[in-house]
């Protein structure tokens, strides 16, 4: 009996360094967005493939872009009835016969103007960002999933499309807090083939769903098939 005990205590220290993950890319990105607007433009052509420097959601901006122009203007018109402005208080200071009155009166003017120099350079950087935000593109990335089309209106928070990093792969594997010490420093088999891999990350809190273990992430270079079941061992 002392012997099946032993024996089963063995195979069970044995079989705890054997996992088994699916190979999935390194990052996954859910792209939502960030303002609303009409899709006047969806890449269905890319995807399923890999991005090259590509467009592949664009929102209407139109609007957006004859205010900017608009707002512009403003400002460049602001900042001239500024110099003018500030040109008169300057000359009204040295005035003797003008009024402390009149001259505080000239001062706000300045400094009204400048207050709506403040404002239109604000809105000249939300009408900016939003319609940067309205032009998404992707430098090389897997374009998973597409999930508006042309036509369609989007508001913010609503998802765009899914995108992920094929530079590396990712192995998540889930190891009893009571072994994460044992396979620290031992060799990774990746089905049953000694690799030159390390562990890349250990997470030191217990994950939510399995509550006894740590999880562990292992960074694959040059991944040639992703999605795949992988057997990982740690001797």
Known sequence: MKYIILLLISINFMFASVFYSKLEPVNSYKI?????????????????????????????????EVDLK????????IQSMIDIENNNYKR???????????????KLKVINLKTSKADALIKIANLK????????????????NINVKKGDYVTPGTLLYESKDLSQGKLTIFVPIADINSIKNKKIYLDDKKSNLKITKIYDVADSEHISSYKVEIYVPKVKKFSRLVKIEFK
């Open 32 to 64: 939502k967005a960030a303002v609303s607007g009409k899709v006047i433009f969806s890449n269905e052509s890319v995807e399923g493939k890999r991005a090259n420097n590509s467009l592949i959601i664009k929102l209407d901006s139109y609007v957006d």
């Open 70 to 77: 608009q707002t512009q203007n403003k400002l460049n018109a």
């Open 92 to 106: 009204m200071k040295k005035v003797s016969s003008k009024s402390d009155f009149e001259k505080d009166t000239q």
């Open 129 to 144: 960002d939003s319609i940067k935000n309205k032009k998404l593109m992707e430098k090389d990335n897997y374009i998973y």
